[in-house]
């Protein structure tokens, strides 16, 4: 899975969140990649609490070039990079990828230096003080599978936090038919 993780950092494709790039969509992930609220809450929801977060990897890093941009950060900033899968009855169902300025890893206050297994989404929709700005959706073929994918920066304490969250097929296997 690393090698994909790999590659999904690198996508730079990303499309405004609008009617023309949801029809792109799938249509079983579209009520998932256009919800407003906690991705978190949402797989909670479908797996009668069996959810859990494995961290693939955080350290202090560069943000690629492209994150920079939907961030509007100053180029060549260090941040702190949290990649997480989320899992549902212990199958990923997806990868996610979060910039999170050193400003508010360094607060102490807000839990974001210590997140561990805990989800970002339950922290950052927890205290309520959080704005969604202009999400990007992502819609890529990578070694034959399609990844749908949302990107979303969040105003949090006067500083931005940069979620991308991939869906990987393997969430359709616990999204209701129809």
């Known amino acids: 899975m690393t090698r994909l993780y790999s590659i999904l950092n690198t996508q730079s494709n990303w499309l405004t969140d609008n009617s023309i790039s949801l029809a792109k969509i799938?249509?079983?992930?579209?009520?998932l990649i256009s919800a407003k609220g906690s991705l978190t809450s949402a797989l909670q929801a479908l797996s009668d609490d069996n959810f859990s977060v494995n961290v693939v990897r955080q350290k202090i890093a560069l943000p690629t070039f492209h994150e920079q941009i939907a961030l509007t950060s100053p180029l060549s900033r260090a941040a702190m990079i949290r990649e997480v899968e989320l899992k549902l009855y212990n199958?990923?169902?997806?990868?996610?990828?979060?910039?999170i300025p050193l400003k508010l890893v360094m607060n102490g206050r807000n839990g974001l230096a210590n997140l561990g297994r805990t989800p970002l989404g339950h922290l950052l929709f927890k205290d309520g003080n959080i704005r969604v700005s202009k999400r990007q959706i992502l819609l890529s073929n990578i070694d034959g599978l399609m990844i749908n994918a949302r990107r979303t920066?969040?105003?949090?304490?006067?500083?931005?936090i940069l979620v991308s969250e991939f869906f990987l097929p393997s969430l359709l296997n616990y999204l209701p038919k129809g």
């Not at 799938?26 to 009520?31: G, V, W, Y």
């Open 26 to 31: 799938s249509p079983k992930l579209k009520p």
């Open 91 to 99: 199958e990923t169902v997806v990868y996610a990828r979060s910039v």
């Open 153 to 160: 920066p969040y105003d949090y304490q006067d500083s931005q």
